[in-house]
């Protein structure tokens, strides 16, 4: 049974290009949420999909959007980058019905922005 | 709005010694909470949650967490301490107000002294 899996894991980009990262929630999971973590932080919320739209957004600009797919995998594209996005972009996938259903992480993608 | 506490950025013990992770919360109604631990350059794994049943919830790996309201607590702990416990861990509550999205503590850095 395939956990979350996310690619790439590692991406090096410079400041006001475009990046996509790719996200395939774990088996039978139809919700995937994206997190944003910064070196010695804890992980900040971005936002979630769900049948293909976007049901909740965190605190972060629109250079930050999304996609799912009918499959429920999952894209995060940021625009512009700026050197402070350089962090560990994490998706996690659940079972939609709310806060009860644990979330399952996959390893992350390390963003560094130069 | 839903908060946690950390109450220590960094614990330390040695192996076969209990462990002590505390957390606050902050909730307007019952909450869901849980804790993750996350290894150097991996994503999160779920040790625990709890849901309004059990007060005391049993976990993966040996730990353990107690849900007492009066205090608004969710300590996690662990009997003995094993090098392998060395690890970040995370407090976690769920906003079921917006789509379970979750919000995470600071942080604990558990260190494992041979």
């Known amino acids: 049974d395939a956990g979350v899996t996310q690619s790439p894991t590692h991406l090096i980009k410079t400041r006001g290009q475009q990046v996509t990262l790719r996200c395939s929630p774990k088996?039978?999971?139809?919700?995937v949420s994206w997190y944003q973590q910064a070196l010695g932080q804890g992980p900040q919320f971005i936002f979630q999909?769900?049948?293909?739209?976007?049901?909740q957004r965190g605190n972060f600009p629109d250079r930050f959007s999304g996609h799912q797919f009918p499959n429920y995998s999952s894209e995060l594209n940021v625009n512009a980058l700026l050197l402070g996005d350089s962090a560990l972009y994490l998706c996690?996938?659940?079972?939609?019905?709310?806060?009860?259903?644990?979330?399952?992480f996959g390893d992350g993608t390390r963003l560094s922005i130069l | 709005a839903q908060s946690v506490t950390q109450l220590d950025s960094h614990v330390s013990v040695s192996e076969g010694t209990p462990v002590l992770l505390r957390c606050n919360y902050s909730?307007?109604?019952?909450?869901?909470l849980f804790w993750y631990v996350q290894h150097p350059n991996k994503g999160l794994q779920l040790l625990l949650k709890?849901?309004?049943?059990?007060?005391l919830v049993k976990g993966i790996n040996g730990f353990e967490a107690e849900f007492k309201k009066s205090e608004t607590s969710f300590h996690l702990t662990k009997p003995s301490a094993h090098m392998s416990d060395a690890a970040e861990y995370f407090c976690?509550?769920?906003?079921?107000?917006?789509?379970?999205?979750?919000?995470f503590g600071q942080g604990t850095e558990l260190s494992v002294k041979p």
């Open positions: 996690a996938s659940s079972l939609q019905g709310g806060g009860n259903q644990p979330q399952h």
């Open positions: 088996s039978g999971h139809d919700t």
């Open positions: 999909y769900y049948e293909e739209e976007e049901r």
């Open positions: 909730s307007s109604y019952s909450p869901s």
């Open positions: 709890y849901t309004s049943a059990a007060t």
């Open positions: 976690v509550v769920s906003d079921l107000d917006q789509g379970g999205k979750l919000i």
